[in-house]
Each structure stands twice: as C-alpha cells, then as structure tokens.
C-alpha cells in the first residue's frame, strides 16, 4: 500500500478505512467488524471512528476488528467540540480508549470548532493527553484556512498533524486555497489532509453518467474512479467507509488506477473546480 508521511514522520496508508454509521445496530456488528478485517488485511489499516459514531458503538466495534493486531493499525478517532476542554477531553479520551480496547490514540482530532472551549484550552488539553502517552498526535477536523491560522498562532498550534475535511469531486472546495497551503511543506499550516465522504456518502455521486462511462473504459467501479481521483495527489488521504466486503475489495483496489489526462479534463468538465472561496461545507 501507497503511504503518506505525517508531519513527525510516522506512515500512513493513503487508504484507509471510515466507521461512520457502523455500530449502530447490533445486527450488523459482525458484518462491519469483517469488513475492517477485510480491509486491514488489504492494507487500508488506517481505520478512522468518533465517539459520536453510533454514540460510541462505532469504537466498539473497531475495538473488535483490531483485536489481536493493535499493532498492524493507525487508529484515528475524535472528540466531540463540547468534551475538548481541560476537564472534558482527558475524560472523553479515556472513555474511547475503553471503548476501542487500546492504550494510545494514534491521531486524536477535535470533530469540528466551536465557539466554546477556546482552541488554546484544546490544544492545552491536546498536549497534555500526548505527554501522558494516551494519544501519539492530534490533530483537527473541518477547519477551514482560517482556523488553521489562528490554530498555528496558538502555543504549540503547530504540532497539529493533520486536517480531516470533505474531499470528493462534488465538494472540491478545498482545492482553492485550503488544500495547497495544508499541503505545501513550506506553508505555515502545513499538515496531513484527510478527505472524508470520498465516495460522497452514498448521495448519488456514484450514479453519475460521466463517472460511469470513465469506469467502463478503465474496467473499473465509479467508487474506483472517485478515490483514484482522490488518490492521485500524493498527499491525500481518503477514508472511504465500507460495510460491504465486495466494496471495501474496490476501493483497497483502486490505488492501481491510474487516470488518463482525458479521464482528468472529462471529470474536471463534469465537477468544475471552484474558481472563488467558498466556506467550506461538513456533512
Ligand atoms: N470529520 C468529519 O466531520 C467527518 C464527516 C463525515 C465522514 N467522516 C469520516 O469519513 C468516513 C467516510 O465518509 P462517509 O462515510 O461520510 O462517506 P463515504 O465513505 O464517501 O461513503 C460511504 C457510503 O458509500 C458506500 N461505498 C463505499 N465504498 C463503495 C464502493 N466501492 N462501491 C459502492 N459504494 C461504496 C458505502 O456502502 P456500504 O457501507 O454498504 O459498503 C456507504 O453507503 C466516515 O465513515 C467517517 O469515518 C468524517
């Protein structure tokens, strides 16, 4: 598997695998967790939850997939805005870290940004939780290039590792300035990019007349093309979620497509880049 490099240094796969909407319902606890079994095994074990994800029923059942292979996976997970103050998040930590079965966080990110607590009181309590061994980095999720700066102008701001945010070809609004500044090395806010929803959350993205045609001339599925157009830019990392064992088979596949330059302006023409900023959106 193709990886990344996170700003210490530590590797990532450029796919791994998303858990929103696993865990909540019991009826599908063994199907999900075969899934991300699946999906390890093919490489993607960067596995990515929440404790909002089935209100904690998401960790359970990573908890379950990596059982016995802790060592073989990237576990990222994230706090709720209203558990990231000094008091809140090393308690909202240790509950994830019971619910997952582990004792450090690979990547603990704040889930969006609030007005309340202040990000210094988060990054305070970030840092804190990272001396005690609890979590390895940290990082945010759905900061926009403004929040990226005053996150950088904040006391040990730029020890943030990476950025989670939406990144699929309906919702390109990162391209404009956000995704070159997170992921030029020289840029103040440099860190690693996370896309999430890359197959568009099931919305119909996969539906679309020219994805298809593109996906009958590569032999290939629309999610194949939606991730290898992701994919292609050497510092995005998508997590796309599968609970179907035949889709998480695709999408560990779609790393060999390779898109032709017709393929790029064809998809370009149907899911234009945007041209002004556009604030950027969160499902
Ligand atoms: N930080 C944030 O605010 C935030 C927001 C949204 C998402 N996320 C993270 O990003 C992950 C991915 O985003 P997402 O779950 O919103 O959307 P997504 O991964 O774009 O789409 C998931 C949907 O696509 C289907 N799918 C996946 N692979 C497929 C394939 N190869 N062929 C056909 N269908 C396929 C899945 O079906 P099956 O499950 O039936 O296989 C599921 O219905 C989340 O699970 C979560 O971990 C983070």
Known sequence: MKTVALPDGARVPVIGQGTWNMGEKKSGHTNEVAALRLGIDLGMTLVDTAEMYGDGGAEKVVGDAIEGQRDRVFIVTKAYPHNASRTGLPKACDRSLKRLRIETIDLYLLHWREKTPPLEETVQAFEKLRSAGKIKRWGVSNFDVKDMKELRAIENGHNCAANQVLYNLENREIEFDLLPRLTDHRSPITCAVIAYSPVG???????????????????????????????????????????????????????????????????????????????????
Do not use: C, Y
């Not at 599925?221 to 290898?228: D, G, P, S, V």
């Open 201 to 283: 959350h099931g919305r119909g993205l996969l539906e679309n007349a020219t994805l298809k045609r593109i996906a009958k001339r590569q032999d290939a599925t629309t999610a194949q093309i939606a991730l290898a157009w992701l994919l292609r830019q050497p510092d995005v990392i998508a997590i796309p979620k599968a609970s179907d064992k035949n889709h998480v088979r695709d999408n560990a596949r779609s790393i060999e497509i390779k898109l032709t330059k017709e393929n790029l302006a064809e998809l370009d023409k149907e899911f234009p880049p945007p041209k002004t900023k556009k604030s950027l959106p969160m499902l």
